[in-house]
């Protein structure tokens, strides 16, 4: 098994540099750790034995509390695969000069968990499409082509004008390619031997022999070593160009149409206030219905964005939330969880996804009644997003007086067509620097046409989980390769995309923790196997 400590930057050191980049952007310590956790479990989640590594690293308690906090972690972090942090996402709307810092100590992260454990290759999948979605690069629905295949104002694709993260230029690959090297290795260490069971080693802290070096007093001064000038802080995004940003979305003609006429009633209303005029009271908070995939987070991330904009709210940020963290375990506890979670979004969009869970028992009621009386006090410099399937929504809104009231206005977001799914592919892979020729995305044309689309169906997220299979099976793919092209590097193929059965009605099939690249007992004279497949090569043609 190869050492962490010997090939790359460990998950402890990736986690002290994101923090030492977060002090200087203004971005709290203990969120920037908390981010940097929660992305970590996530991508490292399909790797067996990857929670041990990840209780060593992250120094939580061991034991049961340890296991429990990378699987809490785990499931709070799946976001971070196809869109950016909260606080990568808020130093990006303000144009800091910090974020590409940021967004580079995120990726740094993903990557050193990617090899946690014994390394599965959905984990180098977890791992591309996470630091894609930090660097600013083709998040699950960022777009660039339009569904006829037109270059979009915003096109993240291939092109030296794409638009991302500023200072960014072309980190993705470059990390890449450096996990690759480790990933590759360290697969072709388990197909030879039976360590697949064996976590990695946590590597003990390393001392510089300066540390312990005799300290005198009579060290010759050194003169300080100037300091670069800060970059100016450029002025945060502009409702036109976050309503260009919406518009270079793939597929949303409904949703875009309504976000459009929000923003200019509301433009409206603010310039009937300055002067002096009458205004009606306009609800701000919407409801998004719409399955699973379907570009809610993301329309609801440009939501805050605009609204800052038009300076309806302080700060534009996003905390994205669901039942499991408003609720607490017990009567009383909950209305404090809550009421926490909302003073975190305060200044920006409390975005709550699949509401409909909160009825039906008296702890999601504590946290219904609780959330109404905060959207009341913090009225002035809040706006919440309920989101969720059709008609639970409908039930769950007219259940409650107080939401009713407050949730007028509602937005539909329709499932994708195949064309726009394949381009929504085809976009993810160029900003995770893969090329997707046109016989993987004919492959891709197959495969949805076979896939059952039943309310559950995952749209986006569907493809997402395809090209992050993909990226692994990749990998695998090149594992006898000593020194693969540039070519060999990007290039995916047809056979790369595998159906999880798993992923049949939209569920996310990385969150198996059972690890798939364990070899057999006769490890040293088996055939490897395929951990896609669980065949032989050639087996099964």
Known sequence: MTDPSTTGTTLAAALDALVAVARTSGVDDAVARREGESLAATVAEPNKG??????????RSDGDSGAEAFFDAAVAGRRFR???TPSMALLSLERSPHAPDYAK???EVALAASTLGAVDPRAVGNAAMASSAQLGEATALAAG???DGARGAFDLGPDPQREQVPGTTDQVLDQLRTVGNEVQQRIRDLAVTGGADTPTPTPAPTRSPMDDAPRTAAAEPTEPEPQPEPAPEEEPKSVEELLAELDALIGLKTVKGEIHRQAAVLRVEGLRQEAGLETPTITRHLVFNGNPGTGKTTVARLVAGIYRALGLLSKGQLVE?????????YLGQTAAKTAEVVASAEGGVLFIDEAYALSGDQYGKEAIDTLVKEMEDKRNDLVVIVAG?????AVFISENPGLESRFRTTIDFVDYTDDELVDIFALMASGADYDAADDVLDRLREILAEAVRGPSFGNARFVRNLLEAAIGHHAWRLREVAEPTLEQLRALEPDDLVVDPNDADGRDPTTTTEGALAPPEDAEDAVPIDPFTDEEPGEGS
């Open 50 to 59: 990857a929670f041990v590594a990840w209780v060593a690293q992250t120094g």
């Open 82 to 84: 196809a869109g950016p």
């Open 105 to 107: 100590a995120l990726g």
């Open 145 to 147: 082509h339009t569904s």
């Open 321 to 329: 939330v669901d039942r499991s963290e408003l609720v607490a375990g």
């Open 389 to 393: 399937y059709p008609l639970p929504m």
